[in-house]
C-alpha cells in the first residue's frame, strides 16, 4: 500500500525558510514512475496546487504564487521530496499535503491518486 508521510512543518517568522520532506513508501511501481506533488491547505479555503516534479525530475512546474521562493526537488534513491520554501509569508501558513500522481506533472489535484495526511506551516508576522 502507497504511503506517503510529511514532514518538516513549523512556527516561523515572515522571511524565514523551511524545507519540507515527504516519504514514499509502498508504492506498486517504484518511486520514479509517480510524478510528486505539494498541494496547501488554509483555513477556510480550497486546496492549492503549490508545486509539482516529474518522476525523473527533470520537469516541475510552481504555483505563481510560490515562484521565486520555494523549490521542489525529489531523491529517486531515498524516496523522498522535498519543498524547499524561503521568503516565508503570513499568506503561506496551511496544512502542505504532498501528494503522488501518474508519470506526468500536473497542477490538477484529482490526477493526484494519494495523499499523505499533510504537515502544519504557521508563517507569523
Known amino acids: 500500500q502507497l504511503r506517503l508521510a510529511e514532514s518538516g512543518g513549523g512556527l516561523v517568522q515572515a522571511g524565514d525558510s523551511l524545507i519540507l520532506s515527504c516519504t514514499f513508501s509502498?508504492?506498486?511501481?517504484?518511486?520514479?514512475?509517480?510524478?510528486m506533488g505539494w498541494f496547501r491547505r488554509a483555513p477556510e479555503k480550497d486546496r492549492e496546487f503549490v508545486a509539482t516534479?516529474?518522476?525523473?525530475?527533470?520537469?516541475?512546474d510552481v504555483a505563481d504564487s510560490a515562484k521565486g521562493r520555494f523549490t521542489i526537488s525529489r531523491n529517486n534513491t531515498k524516496n523522498m521530496v522535498y519543498l524547499e520554501m524561503n521568503s516565508l509569508r503570513p499568506e503561506d501558513t496551511a496544512t502542505y499535503y504532498c501528494?503522488?500522481?501518474?508519470?506526468?506533472?500536473?497542477?490538477?489535484?484529482?490526477?493526484?491518486?494519494?495523499w499523505g495526511r499533510g504537515t502544519q506551516v504557521t508563517v507569523s508576522t
Open positions: 509502498g508504492g506498486a511501481f517504484s518511486f520514479e514512475k509517480y510524478a
Open positions: 516534479i516529474s518522476g525523473s525530475g527533470s520537469d516541475s
Open positions: 501528494a503522488a500522481a501518474g508519470p506526468s506533472i500536473s497542477r490538477r489535484s484529482y490526477d493526484y491518486h494519494y
